[in-house]
């Protein structure tokens, strides 16, 4: 994030290392692998699931890359029990994954899924016996299509479907769950989703895309009271994606684009849910949707916050922008994993520290890793040697973070396994283990 910490907010951390300790991560640092629902579950049309928009998104020509889509992915809600014992084997202590909400209220409203629920109590049951805390992310972007139907985000309304879909949730595994986040990267699904058209719904208008904005902070605002009132010891988060919003080049008109790409991509969503208020920048847009009483309903108390980092985003100046700014590629000559993603394990480093200051709670990065394309050998062995190197530089980073004083808390890798990445369908790899999509066998990679 590029913007200066508010001096009134926190005392700012001093940013003169103080003596490294042996290890600068707390004995209690939780170590662990995240995935989602639609990228690795598959059985899309199995035991009663609804549709999500992201089914019907793929079922759009060229949405996708290859036309992939997640019917099957990794199989994984026929294969958990192999993929529990991959963590096992791994040896993290903690497994984060999303529940679909489609497979749970199969119209997103209404009377739950047995079959749904049944498969969630399974997975978390078989964490459990592994000796894996299981945290449960609410919502990775798989909306009910029926909701969307309905209105979606658009819709006011969409805030309370949540708050019943989280009742549900709570009610069944709060027994055994307590680590919640509400809500996957709002900032990108909305983004993406209303304003540059990459996601469902694909709509490019203002009105939408700000009160989309609004309903999922009350959504979350909303599920947070449930879980508190349901789930004994539950202890709970959001995550948001937090990357540095910078210009494409030293002028003041990307300078300001870079600002406004901030606000949207960083801000929008942490600043109201955990600091009371919208960033000025957009404070206006936001005002036709905001009700009395709203910022205190969304403003909600939580425990700790989750960071998705990969590498900084660019923004750059474009008049025939209504929010501000156009998305822009980094510079040409910055380092680039081996899918184009820049490389700069100090933005992660000051990704951490400014949030700290910021929102002033601890943080887990909920994920971190390097996409690739790789090709498996006969024997399906791969040496991902970038990726470790990658993992590497940014785990020094964190590490970095903590002895400059932010308190980060745990890492969760992502991902466990090979999965649908979106757009890129299965082109892009994240997984530390390969999945051969055609055997759906799984390789741990070095
Ligand atoms: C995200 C999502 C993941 C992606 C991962 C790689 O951060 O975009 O949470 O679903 O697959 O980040 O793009």
Redesign the pocket.
């Known amino acids: 994030m590029t913007h200066a910490a508010d001096p009134a907010a926190r005392p700012t951390l001093s940013k003169t290392p103080s003596p490294r300790p042996r290890d600068p991560l707390r004995p209690d640092f939780v170590w662990g692998a995240s995935t989602?629902s639609y990228?690795i579950e598959g059985a899309a049309r199995e035991d009663g699931r609804g549709e999500s928009v992201w089914d019907l998104f793929c079922r759009q020509p060229g949405r996708i890359q290859n036309g992939d889509t997640g019917d099957v992915a990794c199989d994984h809600y026929h294969r958990y029990r192999e993929d529990v014992a991959l963590l096992r084997d791994l040896g993290v202590g903690a497994y984060r994954f999303s529940i679909a909400w489609p497979r749970v209220l199969p119209s997103g409203r209404g009377s739950p899924n047995e079959a749904g629920l049944a498969f969630y109590d399974r997975l978390v049951d078989g964490l459990l016996s592994a000796g894996i805390e299981p945290w449960v992310c609410l919502y990775?972007w798989d909306l009910p299509q029926a909701l969307q139907e309905a209105g979606g985000w658009a819709n006011r309304d969409c805030a309370s479907w949540f708050a019943d879909y989280a009742r549900v949730v709570a009610s069944r595994l709060g027994d055994r769950v307590k680590r919640f986040a509400t809500f996957?990267?709002p900032s990108?699904f909305t983004l993406f989703g209303y304003a540059f058209g990459w996601h469902p719904p694909a709509a490019d208008d203002a009105a939408s895309h700000h009160a989309a904005i609004h309903h999922v902070n009350l959504a979350h605002g909303m599920a947070i009271d449930v879980l508190r009132d349901y789930v004994i010891g539950a202890s709970l988060g959001a995550i948001h994606?937090m990357q540095p919003a910078r210009p494409v080049q030293a002028t003041p008109e990307d300078r300001a684009a870079a600002r406004m790409l901030d606000c949207y991509w960083n801000r929008a969503f942490a600043d109201p849910q955990m600091r009371g208020a919208y960033p000025d920048a957009i404070a206006s847009r936001m005002a036709p949707f905001c009700r009395d009483g709203d910022l205190e309903r969304i403003h909600r108390p939580a425990d700790w916050l989750g960071i998705?980092h990969?590498s900084p985003v660019y923004a750059r100046a474009d008049s025939a922008s209504r929010l501000g700014f156009a998305w822009s590629d980094a510079p040409a000559d910055a380092p680039r994993s081996p899918i184009g993603w820049q490389i700069d394990p100090a933005a992660f480093r000051d990704v951490l520290l400014d949030a700290c200051d910021r929102y002033g709670l601890p943080i887990y990065v909920t994920?971190n890793g390097a996409?690739a394309v790789e090709l498996a050998d006969a024997s399906g062995a791969i040496d991902d040697r970038e990726r470790i190197a990658y993992l590497a530089a940014y785990l020094e980073a964190l590490e970095e973070a903590t002895v400059l004083g932010a308190d980060v808390r745990g890492y969760f890798v992502?991902?466990l396994l090979d999965n649908f990445?979106?757009g890129a369908g299965y082109a892009n790899r994240?997984g530390i283990v390969r999945v051969d999509l055609t055997t759906q066998a799984r390789t741990p990679k070095a």
Request: no cysteine; charged share 20%; hydrophobic share 25%.
């Open positions: 989602s990228q990775h996957n990267e990108v994606n998705n990969y994920e996409g992502w991902s990445e979106w994240f």
